[in-house]
């Protein structure tokens, strides 16, 4: 085939594992700090 198009298939690959760490990261900053803040809390604490 092209050598373009494996060029473009590494390229999106290499995007897509990108977009992939970014999600991991955001997911694991916001389980640690869910975790340290003590969680979610009630509206109304009695």
């Keep these: 085939m092209n ?4 060029k ?6 290499k995007g897509m594992t990108a977009i992939f ?5 955001i997911y694991l900053a916001t389980h640690l700090i869910l975790k340290v ?6 509206e109304t604490e009695e």
């Design 8 to 13: 473009s298939l590494d390229l999106m690959g």
């Design 21 to 25: 760490v970014v999600i991991i990261v």
């Design 3 to 6: 050598a373009d198009f494996f």
């Design 37 to 42: 803040s003590g969680g979610r809390k009630g």
